[in-house]
């Protein structure tokens, strides 16, 4: 059995080198390799020993998981559906904007925590993916996006990025409940040798593990965007059922405490705007008054619609009044924009068509700050 190297952030890579009698240095010479040349073919690495690179040929590999489709929206947004065994798939989806890369990567298959308006809680848990099942996602997007970028910055493509500047755990299951694996993958993202990409431009998404986000903070505090969706846990306890286990308060409190280590001095709010459910202007009131202390911007959400589910995008009327209140209270507010939805990048439905049912695996993220 070939070890794939791409389950080893730069620790377990020089851990995997010492163990074979190898200098530490050799990690950091691989990891540029296969990050940074996007090489996954040993007997092409040729600074490095001939020796070794047979030796790896025979023992190792570099095994991202394979694309099944991939699909290109006019507005420049790619997805690629990847196969990760099993009958499962999962999505990355990357939106270039002009002056950002943004790849939105999953980190489970399925989800276990069943929100209400979710289709990939739809689904259930699947599985945990493997570090090299989440790098590997950036690992592709970064080879097929340096494959097809222009040559020549005269050629005038539409999309200014080519390149992937920023990432999000937006993709499909709940990057906190992988935790290891998860946190394994930030610091391939974020580790000079690799791709080298500030903490201010990886964000992590969750819907709210408290003691995971304690440990986030400590072990490897990146951008975090919390999906909070109801002003009061009545609401959450119905929308986002993992609240009933880590109500508000304690949520809150533990995004004060990520803040005191945070690479960023405020936490995204991510909220799903569903009609006549959680899009009322009082209900934004109640919003303002349950954040007031606690340092923050808005993502608003407009809910993406799936065959199964009984909920409806809130009107534009609503959504506007909704983000003038907070604004109001000098809470700075975007409206996340749909994007790629000739390709449905924004709700997965291409993994459902390749099996059949409908899932969605995909929420764009889009409008992140900086
Ligand atoms: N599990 C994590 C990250 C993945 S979901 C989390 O919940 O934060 C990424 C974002 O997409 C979350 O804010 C989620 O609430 C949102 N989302 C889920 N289903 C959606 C839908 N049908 N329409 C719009 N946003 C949705
Ligand atoms: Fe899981 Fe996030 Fe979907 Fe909730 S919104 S079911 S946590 S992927």
New binding site residues.
């Given amino acids: 059995m070939q070890q794939n190297l791409l389950d080893f952030d730069a620790q377990a890579l020089t851990g995997y080198f010492t163990e074979m009698g190898e200098k530490p240095f050799r990690a950091r010479q691989l990891m540029r390799w296969i990050y940074k040349e996007g090489e996954s073919n040993f007997s092409a690495m040729t600074d490095i020993a001939a020796a070794l690179r047979d030796k790896l040929t025979q023992c190792a590999c570099i095994a991202a998981p394979n694309v099944m489709r991939e699909e290109l929206s006019d507005d420049g947004t790619r997805k690629w559906l990847l196969d990760v065994g099993t009958g499962n798939a999962v999505e990355a989806v990357y939106i270039p904007e002009e002056t950002r890369g943004t790849l939105c990567v999953s980190t489970q298959a399925g ?1 276990a ?1 069943d ?1 209400a ?4 809680g739809k689904q259930g848990f699947n599985r945990n993916l493997g570090v090299a099942e989440i790098i590997g996602q950036l690992w592709w997007a970064n080879h097929q996006l340096g494959k097809d970028a222009p040559t020549s910055t005269s050629s005038g493509q539409a999309q200014g990025n080519w390149k992937i500047s920023n990432v999000v ?7 906190l409940l992988n935790f290891d694996n998860t946190v394994s993958a930030l610091r391939l993202m974020l580790d000079d040798h690799a791709y080298g990409l500030s903490r201010r431009r990886v964000t992590v ?3 709210g593990i408290v003691p995971a986000m304690d440990r986030l903070r400590e072990e490897c505090p990146v951008a975090l ?1 919390v ?1 909070l ?1 109801a002003p009061n846990d009545k609401l959450r306890d119905a929308l986002v059922p993992i609240n009933q286990k880590y109500p508000l308060k304690e949520l809150l409190g533990a995004c004060k405490r990520y803040l005191e280590k945070a690479p960023r001095d405020f936490i995204t709010f ?1 909220y ?1 705007l569903l009609d006549g459910v959680n899009d009322s202007v009082q209900q934004a009131q109640e919003l303002v008054r349950l954040v007031r202390d606690v340092p923050c911007k808005f993502n608003l ?6 065959p199964q ?1 009984h909920f409806r995008c809130s009107k534009p009327e609503a959504i506007r009044r909704f983000r003038d209140v907070l604004m109001g209270a000098d809470i700075v507010t975007t409206t996340r924009r749909t994007r790629g939805n000739d390709i449905a990048a924004a ?1 997965g439905q291409l993994a459902g068509l390749v099996q059949d049912k409908t899932k ?1 695996t995909m ?1 764009c993220p889009v409008v992140l700050h900086g």
């Fill in positions: 989800c925590l929100c308006f979710c289709s990939t755990l937006m993709g499909m299951g709940e990057p998404s969750t819907s965007a999906s969706h991510e799903v959400i407009p809910f993406n619609p799936f589910t709700c969605r929420q």
